[in-house]
């Protein structure tokens, strides 16, 4: 939580840039080359999922984390609904992320490769050490300012890209 700093906004974008990354844009590319426009709703759904998360949900969750001093989710849901809760929780979202930033691997290997022509393996191999090394050096409010500008980018594509151009 950005030692507590982070507000909604920011917050809502962290969650949107995580959420509407890079395999769930790819993925959107191929589903709206298979079926039309309709495969990029997807993306424009979960956007607009994540802003109301941010502007309903987020101010209680920063409140409680404060006041209980609490760092992570799973400490929050253990406070309300016990230790067994919070360690089902904890491993279903280690699993989940497994999968979540796999994607985010191939999603930025398959790029280079189709930018840069690099083998695929090398690709993935070469977004992933580089991601991993980008997080640990630059920590969480670098990592957060990252997110801010996916989450506008992300945004101004589909409004004023995307969209618009599925029109015609």
């Known amino acids: 939580m950005g030692g507590r700093r982070a507000g909604i906004f920011v917050l ?19 589903k709206a080359y298979t079926i039309g426009i309709a495969g990029l709703w997807y993306c424009g ?5 994540c802003l109301l998360f941010a502007f ?10 404060k006041r209980f001093s609490f760092l992570t989710y799973p400490e929050l849901i253990e406070k309300r609904f016990g230790t067994t809760t ?6 279903t979202t280690f699993l989940a992320y497994i999968a979540y930033t796999s994607g985010q691997f191939l999603a930025m290997g398959k790029l280079l490769n189709a930018c840069l022509g690099w083998d695929l393996t090398n690709a993935i191999w070469i977004s992933a050490v580089s991601m991993v090394v980008y997080t640990a ?12 500008a996916q989450a506008l980018a992300i945004s101004n594509t589909l409004a004023f890209g995307l969209v618009p151009h599925g029109w015609y």
Not at 45 to 49: I, S
Not at 86 to 91: L, M, Y
Not at 137 to 148: K, Q
């Open 12 to 30: 809502g974008c962290l969650w949107m840039s995580s959420w509407v990354g890079g395999a769930t844009v790819i993925g959107s590319v191929d």
């Open 45 to 49: 759904a979960m956007r607009v999922g």
């Open 56 to 65: 309903t949900s987020t101010s209680l969750i920063q409140t409680v984390g």
């Open 86 to 91: 919070r360690v089902i929780a904890t491993v």
């Open 137 to 148: 050096l630059a920590g969480f409010i670098d990592v957060t300012i990252t997110s801010l």
